[in-house]
């Protein structure tokens, strides 16, 4: 992805914009992110603070486990991104809201132990 580039929620009302290329990009399969996205996987980039900013209305945030939060839209409910103390001085972004998530390219699969069986995935791509 090169940027800027921008990204929103499904009413349009959450908007952000990237300054700088993300520093990786993977498919998440552990069961929380499952869960607040009721998808079998999620796809996510990460941001630099910094490189990053809010340009439309603020996300409203939900802690969903401890050192862990979670932006979403409070009209229409798209989540926006992740954010974790164990990944300090970054912001996760979920691919799906870019607003050209063609240019996405996933570099590797996270948490492939929490993988539900009837997924079967051959993109090649390395599991962590």
Known sequence: MTPPFTGRCLCGGVTYRCTAAPLWSAHCHC???????????????????????????????????????RDFCPTCGTQMAYRSSRYPGECHFYAATLDDPRAYSPQYHVHTNEMLPWLHLSDGLPRK
């Open 31 to 69: 069961e929380s992110c499952r869960r607040a996205t009721a998808s079998a996987f999620t796809s996510f980039f990460g941001i630099t603070d910094g490189q990053w900013s809010w340009t439309g209305a603020p996300p409203a945030t939900y802690a969903s486990s401890p050192g862990v939060w």
